[in-house]
Structures are given as C-alpha cells and as structure tokens.
C-alpha cells in the first residue's frame, strides 16, 4: 500500500520538481549526518560507499554501501522498502537492522522527507563496494534477538509537533531528535543500549568511540543554560564554543558534514528547541 502512496506524488514530477526534490534530499542528508558514517574518510570520490566503523559496548559495527549500486548498494530497493529501513529498522529482505543504524529516531522522519532523501542517494553514482560483516560480542550476534529488543525499546511513528510549542522549536525538535539523531551521542545508554528515556540530551559517559559525550540540555551545571541561542547557531555554524575554543574529534565532523550546512533558520530552530530541554 505504502508504493501504491509514494510512486505517483513524484512520478509525474517535472523536470524543475526533479532538481528542487534532489536539492531538498542532499540538504536533508546532510541535515541527517549521513556522511558522516556512510563515507569513509578515504572514499571521496565515492560517496556514500560504506565501510566506516563504529566501535561500540557491543563491538564493531560498520556502515553499509548506500549508493545506488544494484548489488552491493540499495540500488535495487522501492521506494516503500527504503521508507521501511527507517520507520521500522526492517531491511527489504525483512531482517531487523541493529540500532547502530539510528531508526529509533528517524522512524519520526517524514515519508516526503524520505523520499527525498531517497531520490538525492538514487542519483550519486553507483559503487561496487561491498559490505563488511559487523565484529560482534557473541550475545549480540543473533540478530533475531533484535525482535525482543524492539518490543521493549522501540516505538514506531512519525514526528508529531507539540501544539503548546512554536513553530521554531517544533522544527528544532524534528530536527534534534529525527533527522540530526542527536540523542544518539547525547543520551547515556542502559545495559542493553537503549537511551534512558529520562534523561534526554544529558551527556553520556561512554559515547561512540568510548568519547564521553556532553550533556546539551538548558541546565547552567552541567549543560550549555548560559549559552544564548545565538552562541549555540554559531557554534552549529562554524564549531566554536562562546570561550573562543573549537570542537574536535567526532563533534568536528558534525559541524563540518552536517550542521554547518543547514540555514541559519534551521540553526537557530535547534538552539530554540534546546533551550527547552531540561
């Protein structure tokens, strides 16, 4: 039913239509830090081509091929599969992903958001990388477990605003906990890997890569409260801090392949947003 939906709202599009929908999908990959795990620090000149790794509690993922390349890509993937992998963590072939692959969060994405997405991936060029097998500890490796963990953590839907907040902070919020998945990094985890639902935002101790990961929640102690919203655009702009110091390690590739490219409106939306998260 879903193909049924999506093929006709873009298979009549023009020609204008097409370049205004791949536009709005390289600005939404962006906006998604897509690069920042699907391109390998040394494959420029293919992008999207996998193979970057995760080091994890629970081992060493590595990130998937999601160029267009029929055999080792998603060349081959509908519409509705792709939409799919992201609302439900279900690849085409109907297996569970890890949650490595954030769909906890961009499960909230919107279906034309997606497609979009889908349409700016479709048109980068193909490559025959092939994908590595992720390095698991052995109570993780049995991906039908995933099932159990989706029943306990995981909750399916799209992004619903809250009436009571302004259109800015709703953007923010889409933005913040959908697309930009910063919880991902920013929520500290339980034993089996699921963010603490309580504790939203407020920093995690043993972040990917084993970086501890700070709290960006709007308390004076121990988040950024004293940041105004203007501090915290900027620094989504060029990565300084309001002491005068830049971010590095992963933070650094965040500004550089994704913050750094939204608009100033879009910034300036997200440092709303978390001005109200406490």
Known sequence: MLALILAPAFSIATADEADTILERGQYLVHAGGCISCHQASDAKD?????????????????APNITADPDTGIGNWSDAEFVAAFRQGRSPAGSNYYPAFPYP???????????????????????????QEHELVWYVSWRPLLSLWNSLYFEPGSFVP???????QNRGAYLVNHLGHCGDCHTPRGRLGAQLTDAPLSGNPDGPEGD??????????????????????FFLEIGMLPDGDFTGASMG?????????????????????LKTVH
């Open 212 to 233: 501890v990961v700070p709290s960006i929640t709007n308390n004076d102690e121990t988040g950024i409260g004293e940041w105004s919203t203007d501090d915290i655009a």
């Open 162 to 168: 809250e009436p009571a907040a302004s259109a800015a």
């Open 253 to 273: 590739e965040v500004i550089e392949h994704n913050t750094s490219h939204l608009t100033t409106e879009d910034r300036l939306a997200i440092a709303e947003f």
């Open 46 to 62: 293919a992008p999207m081509s996998g193979g970057r790794a995760l080091d994890t509690p629970f081992g060493r993922f590595f």
């Open 105 to 131: 969060a961009y499960s909230g994405i919107t279906d034309d958001d997606l497609i979009a997405i889908k349409r700016y991936l479709d048109s980068l060029p193909p490559d025959n990388n092939a994908n």
